[in-house]
């Protein structure tokens, strides 16, 4: 007779896994509701579970989960050409909401232009400001997985923690604005619980629990199994010796302008926007300058950067780049005095005295190159964190600058430390030369690969 604690109560789900995850945001982010941001009757802001469900469905679809089958069931498909029948997802995502005893909830105007799709820079009379949620807020929502049976339990349980892994370590992210490093979070707390539905025990408990995720922790767990989700990471490691960005309105009126600021007014920032765009603007040079046709270096750019496509009338491409805000540490402030000048006469304005603050100090870079789908080239990747980084260089040896005033010299980084990883390798380089780590794998092999797109 069949044990009558082990009777299969359901033909296609035996086993349930809830996770409960508590997020906090290390960067602005902005989930818009039309042009607004999204709040709900409360006046709280929140990120709902079809945000967080794509975000999640689009790193398990890159190159890394492609031969997985666990994604297409997991997250559900249509049947397009009516053969098949259509998949509903086995994975349920819930709404993340604020906890408001841990948070303390502002936003943040950031300033930004629009760029000419033809000449990459700043498009006439675009200036416009955008809204954010400032970092610091944190936000709960769940994850409910069904399962036909234990194996395809652990098969889906398994990608559930890389991708929460990855959201840990910024390669998932929530909301617009991610390539200029907006919508990072990292994980405080993740509370897990299984159910086997054949037994009774556990199907009474699932029944009636009140809370989802149940209570054990499992956060060391999921963010120390080192799936970073990264295809390469750049950390640099930089002092800044003078540089003003934002230039926005100083209400303190110590100055006409002030550094752009996050954390509620209290530390100075190098927008990861500024960074992106300076970036794209070097690495588009570099590339003209050095790819055997132009094909090429504008593949390797919107691989990287993304492309308006505007211009073409074919649908926007998102880049594969995530660079984020450089907090400024140990910082210093200089009140600088200049005159406006006029731009016909190249003399000075009557009136035209201003000041500005400038900041000098230290801060990192973060750069992640997340991976791409199976369909590119074996080398594009490669070639195109190879041609990143030629960029990078020039910021870390001061070629270029960030920020205004470059001509008098402000804006100009140098370099510290360079920790470039790729996987399990990793490489450093120090600010004398000194290279240590997997130098022939990771160096040679972005070389070859930039030799053979290029055609070098």
């Not at 995502?93 to 000449?119: H, K, Q």
């Not at 991610?178 to 993740?190: D, P, Q, V, Y």
Request: proline share 2%; glycine share 10%; with cysteine.
């Amino acid at each position: 007779m069949e044990n009558q604690d082990k009777v299969p109560l359901f033909k296609r789900t035996t086993f349930v896994g809830e996770w409960r995850v508590d997020i906090a945001s290390d960067s602005v982010w902005r989930v818009k509701n039309g042009d607004e941001l999204l709040y709900d009757e409360n006046g709280k802001p929140w990120i709902p579970g079809t945000t967080i469900a794509g975000a999640l469905r689009k790193a398990a679809s890159t190159m890394e989960f492609a031969e997985t089958k666990a994604v297409g069931e997991m997250f559900g498909y249509l049947s397009l050409d009516g053969t098949n029948r259509d998949v509903q997802s086995s994975l349920y995502v819930y709404d993340a909401e604020v906890n408001e005893s841990l948070s303390t909830i502002s936003e943040e105007i950031r300033p930004s232009v629009s760029l000419n799709p033809v000449t990459g820079n700043a498009a006439n009379r675009k200036r416009f400001e955008r809204e954010y949620m400032s970092p610091g807020i944190v936000l709960t929502f769940g994850l409910r997985l069904f399962a036909r049976d234990e194996e395809d339990y652990e098969r889906k349980r398994s990608l559930v923690a890389n991708l929460l892994a990855a959201l840990h370590h910024g390669t998932v992210r929530f909301g617009g604005d991610l390539s200029n490093g907006a919508g990072r979070f990292h994980i405080r707390k993740i509370h897990h619980m299984e159910y086997d539905l054949r037994s009774k025990a556990d199907l009474l408990s699932y029944a009636s629990s009140l809370q989802i995720g149940g209570t054990h922790e499992i956060t060391e767990q999921i963010i120390g199994n080192g799936h970073t989700h990264a295809f390469y990471k750049v950390q640099l490691d930089v002092h800044i010796p003078a540089v003003l960005i934002g230039a926005q309105d100083n209400s303190s009126n110590k100055t006409d302008t002030a550094n752009m600021r996050t954390d509620h007014g209290q530390t100075s920032i190098i927008p990861g926007s500024s960074l992106k765009g300076l970036l794209r603007h070097q690495a588009t040079r570099i590339a003209f300058a050095r790819c055997s046709n132009e094909a090429t270096a504008e593949q390797l750019v919107d691989f990287l950067f993304g492309a308006d496509n505007s211009t073409t009338g074919e649908r926007p491409v998102a880049g594969h780049v995530f660079i984020g805000d450089v907090r400024i540490r140990n910082e210093a402030s200089t009140v600088i005095t200049g005159i406006r000048m006029n731009k016909l006469t190249s003399t000075g304005m009557k009136g035209g005295m201003f000041t500005s603050e400038r900041i000098a100090g230290e801060g990192t870079i973060e750069i992640i190159l997340r991976p791409a789908r199976t369909s590119i080239s074996p080398f594009l990747e490669h070639a195109a964190m190879t041609l990143l980084l030629f960029a990078i260089r020039d910021l870390a040896f001061g070629h270029v600058n960030i920020g205004g005033g470059g001509a008098r010299g402000f804006g100009r980084l140098s370099a510290q430390q360079l920790t470039m990883t790729h996987r399990e390798h990793a490489v450093v380089v120090t600010h004398d030369g000194k290279v240590t780590g997997s130098k022939a794998f990771l160096l040679d092999n972005l070389l070859h690969a930039w030799r053979e797109v290029t055609k070098l």
